[in-house]
């Protein structure tokens, strides 16, 4: 999974090194003592002794290729003089501006989002997107007809469903923006190599997700949970073997009249669920709130 994004992201950083290699007018053996190897790195050739792409003893080389401005500089540190632990000292191990720096954060975020809709959602990190969308009221709502089907299920149409779940999507993540996405990633690998990415990646997105969860204030949560709840109610009553087999239709009317009040009733609360969601929706945006916190 993320097969591409992370291809991408390969080359991207593979780009900016071949950049800052032109833009300090360096030849390929001012920067590794063996040239191919500058080679395959700004060709973005992965194999079995390089899958990261950077070895481990190439980053605090390749760094200086992002610390220095111009030619002479970079030249004057003797770099490939000088053994990899005192690079180190010199310039710690942190190579996050040439590892992160390039990303295109609205691009591998959107994309990241558009491969996870497209997951099924009954297991794994598509379960757990699709619980994230639960916090837009109408798709709640949705959500929990599909779940359960027995008593009082509002028909929904496959598109609607499809409409709505794009626009729980907008609501939850694309709106937001790449913000805090680029917030979690950094949190997981500020600091870090590109030892293990791939896996790493994925393992940033199930974090980037579970901070995306409807919190206990979610408007579309309550929604969620209070259908769950009146639909449980009524499909209680009906099953109580009383109510099946009454001898007095006219006292089993009477209690179907109740029950489809009480879910009239329930139904309109989440109409108002939907419109509080509205409303609150458009005071953050107009007062500058962090979407964050908006319920």
């Known amino acids: 999974m993320f097969e591409?994004?992370?291809?991408?992201?390969?080359?991207?950083?593979?780009?900016?090194?071949?950049e800052r290699k032109k833009s300090l007018?360096?030849?390929?053996?001012?920067?590794?003592?063996?040239?191919?190897?500058?080679?395959?790195?700004?060709?973005?050739?992965?194999?079995?002794?390089?899958?990261?792409?950077?070895?481990?003893?190439?980053?605090?080389?390749?760094?200086?290729?992002f610390i220095k401005e111009d030619k002479d500089s970079f030249l004057r540190e003797n770099i490939l003089g000088k053994n990899f632990d005192d690079h180190i000292k010199?310039?710690?191990?942190?190579?996050d501006k040439m590892l992160w720096g390039h990303i295109n954060w609205n691009k591998m975020f959107e994309d990241s989002i558009n491969e996870l809709s497209k997951e099924d959602s009954s297991d794994g990190l598509g379960k757990l997107f699709d619980y994230t969308l639960i916090d837009y009221v109408p798709y709640a709502v949705i959500k929990y007809d599909e779940l359960h089907p027995k008593y009082g299920k509002v028909y929904i149409f496959p598109e609607e469903r499809g409409r709505e779940r794009k626009n729980a999507i907008n609501r939850v993540h694309l709106n937001r923006g790449s913000d805090f996405f680029k917030q979690c990633f950094m949190e997981k690998f500020e600091g870090e190599t590109l030892d293990k990415f791939d896996k790493k990646f994925n393992e940033f997105v199930w974090y980037y997700l579970e901070n995306c969860k409807p919190n206990q204030y979610s408007f579309g949560l309550q929604a969620?949970?209070?259908?769950?709840?009146?639909?449980?109610?009524?499909?209680h009553w009906q099953s109580l073997a009383e109510v099946q087999y009454y001898d007095k239709p006219e006292k089993k009317s009477e209690l179907e009249k109740l029950l489809e009040e009480y879910l009239k009733n329930g139904r309109e609360q989440m109409k108002k669920f939907k419109k509080y969601q509205q409303d609150f929706d458009l005071f953050t945006q107009t007062s500058h709130i962090d979407f964050a916190y908006a319920p």
Do not use: C, M
Not at 4 to 18: A, C, G, M, R, W
Not at 30 to 58: A, F, S, W
């Open 25 to 65: 007018n360096l030849r390929r053996d001012d920067i590794l003592t063996d040239p191919k190897r500058v080679t395959q790195i700004t060709k973005n050739l992965l194999d079995e002794h390089h899958p990261y792409l950077i070895g481990k003893t190439e980053y605090a080389y390749l760094y200086y290729l």
């Open 4 to 18: 591409l994004i992370i291809e991408n992201f390969y080359s991207s950083l593979s780009d900016s090194i071949k």
């Open 90 to 95: 010199k310039n710690g191990d942190n190579y």
């Open 224 to 235: 969620y949970n209070l259908h769950k709840n009146i639909s449980g109610f009524a499909t």
